[in-house]
Structures are given as structure tokens and as C-alpha cells.
């Protein structure tokens, strides 16, 4: 059974920067070629919130309003990993991140609605903490 795991998170004060890691552990293929691969992030006593996409040709798509302008999604094929860029921080984005997967093949999309995505994998999370 292969897995996702996050890194990256930690304690950042207002305005500062962040870029969060997804990689595959126990798949034997690349993992981004099969995979659509999203963010999601949830806040204690709040609703788990989609931000970012990445399908597997490489095509992004933006969910989160509240992230639009400061958070980016990228790859490295080479590495097999995602990547969430952060930029610009604030305290209302400490949240619990998670990157999920979705596919293989003709499934690794980024669907429209992304609480409706019947994802395959998800990760364990790592918590980012803005505060000063």
C-alpha cells in the first residue's frame, strides 16, 4: 500500500513563507504521471477546506479564494514530489495540511468541486502555525 507523506510544516510568523512537501513512499512509478495530486488544509472546529490542484499533465487549478495571490502548487518529477508554496502568511491559514491523491489514469484530474473528488490516498498531515 503506497502513501503520501507531508513535510514542510512548522511555527511562521505573519508575513512570512512556507513551501510544503507531498511525496509518494512505497509506489513504484512516478507517482505525478498517474496521480492527480491536491491540497487541502482543515482548522480545529472547521471544515476541511480544498486550496490547490495539480493534475497529472502538470495543469493546476486554484480552489481557495482566501489562498488565491499567495499560495502556488508545483512539481518535481524527478523527485516524484508536490510542492505548496506559501507566501505572505497569516494567522487564520494555521491549519493542519494535507495533500491527497486522485486517480490512476483517466481519474487524475482535478475535479470541479474539490470536497467531491473520491480521493485514493491521503496524507497525515502537517500543522502550520502562524503567529508572532
Known amino acids: 500500500q503506497w502513501q503520501l507523506v507531508e513535510s514542510g510544516g512548522g511555527l511562521v510568523q505573519p508575513g512570512g513563507s512556507l513551501t510544503l512537501s507531498c511525496a509518494a513512499s512505497?509506489?513504484?512509478?512516478?507517482?505525478?504521471?498517474?496521480?492527480?495530486i491536491s491540497w487541502f488544509r482543515q482548522a480545529p472546529g472547521k471544515e476541511r477546506e480544498g486550496l490547490l490542484c495539480i493534475d497529472n499533465v502538470g495543469v493546476d487549478t486554484a480552489y481557495a479564494d482566501s489562498v488565491k495571490g499567495r499560495f502556488t502548487i508545483s512539481r518535481d518529477v524527478a523527485k516524484d514530489t508536490v510542492y505548496l508554496h506559501m507566501i505572505n502568511l497569516k494567522p487564520e491559514d494555521t491549519a493542519a495540511y494535507y495533500c491527497?491523491?486522485?486517480?490512476?489514469?483517466?481519474?487524475?484530474?482535478?475535479?470541479?468541486?474539490?470536497?467531491?473528488?473520491?480521493?485514493?490516498?491521503w496524507g497525515q498531515g502537517t500543522q502550520v502555525t502562524v503567529s508572532s
Open positions: 491527497v491523491a486522485r486517480g490512476p489514469r483517466d481519474r487524475a484530474i482535478c475535479t470541479v468541486d474539490p470536497t467531491k473528488g473520491d480521493y485514493n490516498v
Open positions: 512505497g509506489f513504484t512509478v512516478n507517482t505525478v504521471y498517474y496521480y492527480a
